[in-house]
């Protein structure tokens, strides 16, 4: 293995951390009144972790086999003009999205907080909301996705690719495991850190800013591909 290929995976782990379900949940559930359940945090986590390894495994293993036929259908004209228009709407949509704030205590936001925070029903339920979180954000965790164009490109074993993948999202899930451990100890006087950082994440305009940035990149690709502006 390259060994710039480690370096890259890691830089895009670190970004991936930073995520809705990575990072901010596991920030609600540390804030909860009382003790700090750690079961609870570890359960989450682990299977945010277990989807994505899981799901990363099936990509990576599928795309090598159908990698040329990708490739093909990626260099059409009709796909390169979609891709365009993709990319154009959402640049514009993500000023839309920064515009348009919802007040405090309302949208998904708020009620992605109460479930994290008053959900009493054991493990099954906090798995399902990891689970249910993963899924949401799959399709908009862009730093997963180019790991496993990475992986993929790189014909690694079977095993490698495994073993690849598993790191990926350890050093993902690093961020939230060292904030438990800060959180147990020292306990209470973390609370404003934590507290800080939620509120940031949960009231700045980091999705507009991706979705115009991805926006951005896709509709200069298709740019470029059509001959429409120079590489």
């Not at 290929?5 to 890691?10: C, Q």
């Not at 599928?62 to 040329?68: C, D, K, V």
């Not at 059409?76 to 839309?96: D, E, H, I, M, N």
Request: aromatic letters at 8%; glycine letters at 10%; hydrophobic letters at 55%.
């Amino acid at each position: 293995m390259d060994a710039t290929l480690p370096a890259s995976l890691a830089v895009l782990a670190l970004i991936d951390s930073t995520s809705f379900g990575t990072l901010l949940i596991p920030i609600w559930l540390l804030l909860h009144p009382g003790r700090v359940r750690s079961g609870r945090i570890l359960i989450f986590l682990g299977t945010v972790a277990a989807f994505y390894f899981a799901l990363g495994l099936i990509v990576t293993l599928s795309a090598g086999a159908l990698l040329p036929q990708i490739s093909s259908l990626l260099a059409t004209r009709p796909v390169q003009w979609a891709q365009l228009v993709l990319g154009v709407a959402l640049f514009f949509w993500s000023f839309v999205m920064g515009r348009n704030k919802k007040p405090a205590g309302q949208g998904r936001m708020h009620r992605w907080r109460e479930r994290a925070l008053n959900d009493e029903g054991g493990a099954l339920p906090l798995a399902g909301l990891a689970l249910t979180a993963a899924a949401v954000e799959v399709g908009s965790m862009l730093p997963y996705i180019a790991a496993i164009g990475l992986i993929t490109t790189a014909a690694l074993p079977t095993a490698t690719v495994a073993l690849t993948l598993a790191g990926y999202c350890l050093v993902m899930i690093t961020p939230a495991l060292l904030l438990l451990a800060g959180r147990l100890l020292a306990g209470k006087r973390l609370d404003p850190l934590l507290t800080r950082i939620g509120d940031w994440m949960s009231n700045s305009e980091t999705i507009a800013w991706i979705v115009g940035i991805v926006g951005f990149l896709l509709a200069r690709d298709a740019a470029a591909k059509l001959m429409l502006i120079g590489r």
